[in-house]
């Protein structure tokens, strides 16, 4: 298990990120970057509910135990993980859907949209844009009893509004005097 620390809980991880196979790691590293921009301690590691059933039971029945507040799920094609990880524990369980098939996501998304009522699982856009979805959702839910997390929130999404004012103030420039 690898673990990455924060600033809170003492560096307890609060946050996992678990992947159905290390061929999600590029597009899951973007979660990771994102916990780390909002300081939120996560842990990190592959198992899956196809192929380690036995590793995912473990992984999922000991995450409150251990401390974690959120679960980040990411699988492509047939993907079961986050249902199941969503079914053996009470966390929010967010689900990441991988473009790792023919189907492009498709697959993967209605797997983990489509859950049966009674195992909410939180999907998220497919690849790169639900990777760092899903790492800001699970700031979002931490920030609700964290005001340091919440403090890195509004500042971020201060970013976000004057990135694209800026990206704008370009385009003006661009087509300076093209336009009537
Ligand atoms: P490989 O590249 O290892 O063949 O994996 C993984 O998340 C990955 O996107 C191909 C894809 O299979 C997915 N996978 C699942 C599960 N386990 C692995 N969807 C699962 O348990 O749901």
């Known amino acids: 298990m690898t673990t990455r620390e924060g ?10 990120i ?20 909002f300081k939120v301690p996560y842990e990190i590691e592959v198992t899956s509910a196809h192929r380690s059933p036995a590793r995912t039971h473990e992984y999922a029945s000991t995450a409150v135990s251990r401390g974690l507040k959120v679960v980040i799920v990411a699988a492509g094609g047939a993907a ?6 969503a079914a053996m ?28 009522a009674g195992v909410p699982v939180a999907a998220m856009a497919i690849d790169k844009p639900g990777a760092i979805n899903a790492a800001i959702f699970a700031a979002e839910i931490l920030a609700t009893s964290d005001p340091e997390v919440a403090e890195r929130l509004s500042t ?7 990135s694209v004012a ?11 005097g093209k336009t009537s």
């Not at 079961?80 to 990880?85: D, I, M």
């Open 89 to 116: 524990s009470t966390l929010p369980v967010i689900a990441v859907p991988m473009a790792t098939t023919v189907l492009s996501g498709i697959d993967a998304l209605l797997s983990s949209v489509q859950m049966p």
């Open 80 to 85: 079961h993980l986050a249902g199941v990880v």
């Open 7 to 16: 600033s809170g809980n003492g560096g307890k991880p609060l946050v996992g």
């Open 18 to 37: 678990i992947m159905g196979s290390d061929t999600d790691l590029p597009v899951m590293s973007e979660s990771a970057k994102m916990l780390e921009k």
């Open 156 to 162: 971020y999404k201060e970013e976000l509004a004057k």
């Open 166 to 176: 800026e990206k704008s103030a370009r385009v003006k420039q661009q087509y300076a």
